[in-house]
Every structure is written in structure tokens, then in C-alpha cells.
């Protein structure tokens, strides 16, 4: 009986994290930028989120939706970037495999809660500016807590049945990832029996999620873009896509990098370029999200303002 469970689990207890790059002349330039955009993601995020906090201007239903978005952000680099961080420094980057799981679980729940929030911010711009009389009741805070814990809710569900579905496979020989992070592609590579299955809830559960969240996206933008045709003032219509603005940015650049990642099928060429790829939105996604939203933003141009009286005063 225990030789029967001792054959049914992996051989391997722990995993070699390749990193961004295996060149020694570049490590510590990489580890310095890296460093500085960990720093950067660290600070605009908490910036934001405090911003929000402290100005009462702010607390609305589209600043709640911007306020977890910056959480999300916050929390997800601080599932990886310190792993990767240590492949510039250390000879080998070994992880745990629970270690490895935990890290996979952490980052499909953070990753699908993102794009779930953006869809609901989607949804916040439509009601604003095709429903304004009835907007404070659609978006009452009852029903912004509502449709913010869905997303946490199908987030976590998510990562649950994508990282169950990881424990069914065996990892016998090889433990190097081609990676900074335990991401799905490079980790199914190193399974000793087929993924088949994994592959196919995959496409099911993201693919599912994916045309969910575009169709809710692009139908809220469609009904935006005719509710702006039929605006008669410039002044209404230059507003109406000032607040819309922001989250388009956000939206193509989640999206936009998201696909380059992981449009191939998987393969070692695919995953190598998608592990470069992926740099895009682990890394500069949350560090443009605060910027994108403060540059562009009156109101939070003029809460960091009052802030900044309130702190010097």
C-alpha cells in the first residue's frame, strides 16, 4: 500500500527557476532595474490606494473599482518579483513544489481577479455615462462590494480548479523551469504523464473567462461610443471619453500583453518568448495602472494636491 502511494506522487520535491536570463553580464544591471521597478509598483500602488483612502472627493464607485485594481496589482508583483529577484543574485533559484503551487495559485487568483475588475470598471463607465440620472442607485456601495467580491470569488475558483488539476501530475526527472515564475506552460512542460486534461480546463475555464470579459467590455463600450454620437455638446463628449480614457489604456495593455504571452500553443520556443512576453504585464502593467489613472485624472491630480497641503500644513 505505501509503495502504491509512493509511486503515485512526484519524484520531484523542488523546482530550478531559470530566470529572465542565464548571461552572467547582465544580472546585475537586470536585478537593479528590476529592484527599481519593484520600488516603483510598490510605492505608485500604495500611493493610490492612500490617496484613495484619505480623500473623502475619491470615495466613489469608480475609485472603490481603481482601489482594488491597485491592490491586485500590489499583491501580484509580490507573488514572483522576489523569486526573481534572487535568480540574479543566487547560482540556483530552487522553489519548493508546494512552494511552486502556492506561487501558481497566488498569480491565477490575482491575474483573473484583475481582469475581472477591469470588467466590472467597464461596466461603472456604461452606467455614468448612458444612465447618469440613475447611476448613485445601479452603483450603490452595496452593489460595488457585491460585484467586487464576485471577481475575488471567481478569481479564487479559478486558481482553485487550475492548480487542483496541476497535483494530478507527475514530475519525475526534470525540475528546471524556463521562467522567472511558476507559470502554467513552462511547469506542464516538466510532467512525466500527459496534460491533456490540464490543457483542455485551461482553454475552458480562461478561454470561458476571457470572451466573458471582452463581450461584457466591448458591449459596454459599444453602448458608450453610441451615447457620445448622440451628445450634442463638445464639452460633454470631451468628458465622456476623458473618463473612459484611463481604462482603455489599462484594458489593451492587459489584454494586449495577455495575448502575446500566451496566444501560442505550447512548446519551448513558444515558452521561452513567452516568458519574455510576460514581462509586459507582471511588470509594466502595474507600474503604468497608478501613472496612467494620476496623469489623467483632474480629480486625483487635485486630491494629491490637497494631500500634499494637508501634509506640509
Known sequence: MNQIAMENHSSVTKFILMGLTDQPELQLPLFVLFLMNY???????????????????????????????????????????????????????????????????FFCFFINSESYVLTVMAYDRYVAICKPLLY????APGICCLLIAVSYLIGFATAVILTGFMFRL??????????????????LQLSCTST??????????????????????????????????????????????????????????????GLLAYVNPPSAETVGQGKFFSVFYTF?????????????????????KRTMKRITS
Request: aromatic share 12%.
Open 196 to 257: 491533456y486534461v490540464n490543457e483542455l480546463v485551461n482553454i475552458a475555464v480562461v478561454g470561458t473567462a476571457i470572451i466573458l470579459c471582452t463581450i461584457i467590455i466591448l458591449v459596454s463600450y459599444a453602448m458608450i461610443i453610441l451615447s457620445i454620437i448622440q451628445m450634442s455638446s463638445a464639452k460633454a463628449w470631451s468628458k465622456a471619453m476623458g473618463t473612459c480614457g484611463s481604462h482603455i489604456i489599462t484594458v489593451s495593455l492587459f489584454y494586449g500583453s
Open 39 to 105: 520600488v516603483a509598483i510598490v510605492v505608485g500602488n500604495m500611493s493610490l490606494m492612500s490617496l484613495i483612502i484619505l480623500n473623502s472627493s475619491l470615495h466613489t464607485a469608480m475609485y472603490f473599482f481603481l482601489f482594488n485594481l491597485s491592490f491586485i496589482d500590489f499583491c501580484y508583483s509580490c507573488v514572483f518579483t522576489p523569486k526573481m529577484l534572487m535568480s540574479f543574485i543566487s547560482e540556483k533559484n530552487t522553489i519548493s513544489f508546494s512552494g511552486c503551487m502556492t506561487q501558481f495559485f
Open 170 to 187: 507527475s514530475f519525475c526527472e526534470s525540475n528546471i523551469i524556463n521562467h522567472y515564475m511558476c507559470d502554467l506552460f513552462p511547469v
Open 284 to 304: 509594466l502593467v502595474p507600474l503604468l495602472n497608478p501613472l496612467i489613472y494620476s496623469l489623467r485624472n483632474k480629480d486625483v491630480k487635485l486630491a494629491v
Open 136 to 139: 448613485n442607485v445601479v452603483m
